[in-house]
């Protein structure tokens, strides 16, 4: 099994997935940093002859876009088309919830992997809660300022754990009919960010507040942290869309899957603020 983006978050967890099944794995990253019980390689997206080795050996790939690129397809089009003449025969795409079919970005790759593979799925999560730890703006936000902000008013989300992702990843790689259409992932309850915002103040014991804002101002926040313009107006967008209720769902998918109930974020910020140094640093 290839899985690109083997040190981001979901492709680091799939690895350990895939090897606690024991299964070959190809872990394939920019750096080509080592990932214990996988075969390391380099791998670039705008780099063609990083192409070869990546995919020598691999059956099936699990595809993450490169980061902050508003238009993937035309950068992922060709390594797709290599790796299915060299008989990669299936592909799992990291899309997100609120990007569909023949949508902008990642809903034209999902199109492309449709029409490239025999065998198929589109995984459309919900956002991560992993995007409340570790570097990410909304964690450095809490840290530095006790605070959430955001464009998305009193919408709500299902926040599915990054785990839950790469078990549900694994479990399509490896079986033995791919769905060959595309699931949306979520966790098990939709919260908004002041839910979110209690939640996170009762583990830490420190107030955390959820701060509204509009689209323009979050469009000069992700710009103001080296996003381009694009980037920038797209996940602001994606912003206003949780205000409507677009995100304000929740499905049986994750078990259905993976025969397991999909992590609680109750769960997730218990866990984190017993285990991890970084969350722990939202305490006074």
Request: charge should be neutral.
């Amino acid at each position: 099994m290839l899985a690109i983006g083997a040190t981001g978050t979901t492709g680091g967890l799939l690895c350990r997935e895939l090897i606690g099944r024991g299964v070959p794995v190809i872990a394939a990253s920019r750096t080509g940093c080592g990932t214990a019980g996988a075969r390391s390689v380099q791998f670039d997206w705008y780099s063609p002859a990083t192409y070869e080795r990546a995919v020598a050996g691999a059956e099936a790939v699990y595809l993450i876009a490169p980061t902050g690129e508003p238009a993937p397809e035309a950068v992922m089009r060709p390594f797709l088309q290599y790796a299915a003449s060299k008989k990669v025969r299936r592909a799992v795409l990291l899309s997100s919830s609120l990007v569909p079919a023949g949508g902008p970005g990642l809903g034209r790759v999902h199109e492309l992997v449709a029409e490239t593979f025999d065998e198929w799925a589109v995984l459309r999560p919900s956002w991560f809660m992993q995007n409340f730890t570790n570097d990410h703006m909304h964690a450095r936000n809490i840290r530095d300022r006790g605070l959430i902000t955001t464009a998305t008013g009193d919408g709500r989300v299902a926040f599915i754990d990054a785990h839950d992702i790469a078990r549900v990843a694994s479990a399509i790689l490896v079986g033995q009919n791919a769905p060959n259409t595309d699931l949306t992932l979520t966790g098990p309850s939709a919260l908004s960010y002041a839910d979110v915002a209690s939640i996170i103040s009762r583990a830490s014991g420190r107030t955390v507040r959820h701060q509204q804002t509009n689209y323009q101002h979050m469009c000069e926040i992700h710009r103001s942290n080296g996003l381009p313009e694009a980037y920038a107006e797209m996940l602001a967008g994606l912003d206003a869309l949780i205000a409507t209720g677009a995100e304000d769902r929740v499905t049986d998918t994750v078990a259905r899957v993976t025969g397991r109930t999909p992590t609680t974020f109750e769960t997730f910020v218990t866990r984190k603020w017993a285990c991890e140094t970084e969350f722990r640093a939202i305490a006074p």
